[in-house]
């Protein structure tokens, strides 16, 4: 492909317009939108479009054999599988940011672009601007890689360095994100770190090679975090940042989780405040490898996805090389965590098995343990573990693989 | 190339061994050393390898039809000139982690993989283990891209960190970064800028699309910083960081430059201590990214050619897309300044033509002035600027294109 990209473009919301703005501000790029996809076409828009750009019906673009790349950013799930599966169908590449989407239909997406030789990209799904996918795939492409840990989210993010920096309530900081645009259309798909895991899923499959159903991911978010859990955390002198991660154990085994994390201030993402995102890459021989810079916000998400469409003139497209590796490493969910937990009514040891307690506060207002306990264990009480007098946090440590 | 990979590895010193064992440690890479040339065969080594793998002899790997890759690593700019255009000659695809040879000879070696169709990767000549080549060329390969800035050189890091968070004196943290094994063979090359302009012309090669002859280019390093400079730098609270950095001030014009600068404690590269690099990457709609990682040393320098060895089986090649740009941007140097200029003996506002002077402080010991000044006029006088009772440091502001 590489003739001018005729883009049909499916969705025209905060992303949608800012690939508009984007492309008009690229001379180089060879690209332009030709059809645009949305629910109404009637509705009130801030961008002047060419009469005739805008279409309900997918087949305007779907079946317009002038149309050589399809870009995908509708804010739902499944009508995206749909349109995304049906152009890998008849062989149109397709460029999307949508990590809900992905994470749950990956290995069909993959199967699909095998059997009809046909690109699907989607750097812009994971971390907004940072190229996390493509580095991956293509630079951190051996057996060295041992971790990726990060912050992934970046309205989660803003509301917590809100609360931590700047001294303002969980609520109030909620509603500043909504109001800037960093929060999704549902707020609790940030909140409750569900962004994050779909993001660390996407990672992971081209980190490691290996594809992890979500539901199989313990995901815990920072919707009932307390003046407590910050008071606790500005007395150690510590942060509390919602961290995503997924870390071998040995060459066989790796484990992946989302939860609030207590941060060092040594941590590169220690200093990874407001709506950016921080990805730490670690491997054997470089260490550890930081990427920083933003993860939210209509214009970083469009000039990721420009670097998508880019990639297309030059026929670019995923390998997945490493799906092929020999020996790739197994999930397990076989790991001891060290976590902090607050509760108040809950009794928390009576809910939760935990192998040692470090650490127990209790006071009239709302008491802590410090504790190891095992990851399987952590998910087998999830539902109860969501009770709004608790929340949870990872103290990072060396943690050993209990499988083996 | 989807076979395996037999490598003919030029040089066997630091980064060479290095590579031998980063080699050995990766089950998935399927490349290995075929042969060895280096200048002694007698030489004792730490490295036991198999009989008849060192040699003496270039034609014995580049005359070898089983070898398809050729990895140099030798110190010398132009033997590995030599080596690397005669197997490009050939047809043989080449990494090489030489950036003196690269920054020198550009223009020939694209040629060259153009008429012989040929691959020379190089992505470890620039921040050792940092992607930056890859990303300039793969991710940011558009015209959003405004500037690259950052600190390219580890050992001259090293040493103005020992000076700045360790009170150690200049002499003394130069032996230790030479003991440590983070300076070049000739420790001017890192501690002039020198090997940081050489890493600034091949960044700028894949930025933006033009080739600068490294003679053309402003180069001031830190070997001329005095206790009087470090008692400044701490008063303002401030660091003194070596810093090149390609920056465009209008579509049509850029400008380029490598020396000392005031760094606040806002700045990204602020906390890039010690070896490591870090590299800012700033552009339309995504702002500032930011990547950080090791910069020297043995090891990380090997991952960093591991990954291009790694790009060559899947038959990457660098594409030099932003060469054919319409429009590409015009190198000038005709760009006001605001610097630090030390001096005592030195007459400094009689050898340099300032344009305005806004400090002056006058003192038994040592004196110094805070200017503007025309880069133009930095580079017709750089030799007396290399006077020892003086050290430059650049103040960053916006900086307007004076030509226009």
């Known amino acids: 492909m590489n003739s001018k990209i005729k883009i049909g473009l499916f969705g025209f919301g905060t992303v949608g317009q800012g690939i508009y703005k984007v492309l008009e501000k690229t001379k180089n790029t060879h690209a332009e939108i030709k059809r645009i996809c949305v629910r109404d076409v009637n509705k009130k828009r801030n961008v002047d479009l060419p009469a005739g750009v805008l279409t309900d019906n997918p087949a305007d673009i779907l079946d317009d054999p002038d149309i050589n790349l399809i870009v995908e950013v509708i804010d739902k799930g499944e009508p995206a599988f749909k349109i995304v599966s049906a152009a890998l169908e008849k062989g149109i590449p397709v460029v999307s940011g949508n990590k809900a989407m992905l994470a749950a239909h990956l290995p069909e997406l993959i199967e699909l672009q095998r059997r009809h030789n046909v690109a699907l990209l989607y750097d812009a799904s994971s971390c907004g601007s940072i190229p996390v996918i493509r580095n991956l795939e293509e630079y951190y ?14 309205s989660s993010n803003f509301i917590l360095s809100r609360v931590f920096d700047h001294g303002e309530d969980y609520d109030s900081a909620l509603r500043r994100a909504q109001e800037l645009g960093f929060a999704e259309s549902d707020p609790s798909f940030d909140i409750e770190g569900f962004d994050s895991l779909f993001k660390l899923i996407i990672i992971t499959v081209h980190a490691l090679g290996v594809y992890v159903r979500p539901d199989d991911v313990f995901t815990y978010g920072i919707s009932t975090i307390h003046d407590s859990d910050i008071r606790y955390a500005r007395e150690k002198r510590v942060k509390i940042k919602l961290v995503a991660q997924v870390v071998k154990l040995s060459d066989d085994r790796f484990t992946m989780f989302v939860m609030p994390e207590i941060v060092q201030p040594s941590r590169y993402i220690y200093s990874v405040d407001d709506e950016y995102n921080g990805v730490v890459i670690r491997g054997e021989c470089y260490d550890r490898q930081f990427m920083f810079g933003k993860g939210a916000g209509s214009l970083p998400t469009a000039s990721s996805i420009l670097s998508d469409i880019m990639a297309r003139l030059h026929d670019y497209r995923y390998e997945y090389k490493k799906m092929n590796y020999e020996g790739r490493p197994e999930y397990t969910t076989g790991v001891e965590l060290r976590v902090y937990i607050r509760y108040s009514t809950t009794n928390v040891s009576h809910v939760l098995r935990l192998n040692r307690v470090h650490e127990q506060f209790i006071s009239d207002e709302s ?15 999830r539902d109860a573990l969501r009770a709004p007098d608790i929340f949870l946090a990872n103290i990072p440590r060396f943690f050993a693989d209990r499988d083996n």
């Open 141 to 154: 492409d051996n057996d060295l890689l041992l971790e990726v840990k990060g912050i992934l989210n970046g």
């Open 367 to 381: 008491n802590y343990l410090i504790a190891d306990v095992d990851l399987s264990e952590l998910i087998a009480k």
